[in-house]
DNA sequence: TATTGTTATACTCTATAACTATA
DNA sequence: TATAGTTATAGAGTATAACAATA
């Protein structure tokens, strides 16, 4: 199968939530809420600069890495994972199915579902991506020390449960 | 002016990621970035749960926070804060006058630009709202303790800039 | 020349709803 | 009846590019 002509990778959300100097930002400023979508957006920029010219973005490679680790795993579970609809798990895998990434096997126990599975190539790109993203996660880290990190990591699947 | 009906509001993305029973989440565990926009979609969430019924998204309510703290603001220095592009402030503040939230005035020493400024019935809304989102962001908050909030806020900040 | 606002247009992501094949 | 996957369609949000008025 040849790798069809990738078309150049454009994400959503070009430009960061600047801190625009002079302004005030109300009760902004006392929000979790808002904090936490400034943070976000920063890393997912971060993100984008560190893979760029790859086409995975962040809940691409969230699919691939899911996949890697839980092969077999169908399209529906996948979307939950997402928090997407069965319909959008459906154009992902067709994405990753027409570069190559991923393989639809049908599952042994239920002839209605497909099992996915990453194909050597996905193997390959997840392992690539993994190396970037946790390089550029940690990266992105650096301006808390250890404890702060561990202590944030922790706080925010408190909230996020 | 009679206020628009409004069209039932929907947002984006109405499902959370969920942590399915069972699965290997691989290296996103170990990852700042994946537990950012967890607990930054569980916000989201909670935010649209909270404001049922009402148009305004958390981007909105950033808006009207920033023009009513600081009045005859520009178009463009609101995309800015929003991180979106001059045409998106645009259309946002179409939305908002077509509503009668926010007014455009002729900036007096800049004749090219607009300033920005809330309605009376925009300060009314950025009062209510205000309530529900800062309630909101409390009870979300409630899983962690004081000091947990402050730092976990000053955490954020850091990651951010 | 550079910037503000504007308009037209296109693209990405995702939802809903109806359908099929299996369970 | 319920569920997995599929297909068609629609909508929200936002980008880019070109333009007019003003700086």
Redesign the interface.
Known sequence: MTPKPTAPYRPR?L??????AG??????D???????????????LA?HAATRGQDIT?PRF?AL??V???PG?SQT?LG??????RSGAMVLTDWFQARGLIARRRAPDDRRAWGLHLTARGERMVRSM?RK??A??RR??A??NGE??R???S???????
Do not use: C, S
């Open positions: 959300t430009a960061p939530m600047q801190r625009v302004l005030d930002y109300g009760v902004l006392e929000l979790l809420g808002y904090a936490l979508r400034r943070a976000q957006v920063a890393m997912f993100f962040p969230t890495v899911i890697g680790a839980n795993i579970a939950n994972v997402l928090g997407i609809a993994t993203v946790v550029l996660d992105r880290a301006v808390l702060e990190r202590q944030l990591l706080l925010l699947n408190k909230l996020a449960a």
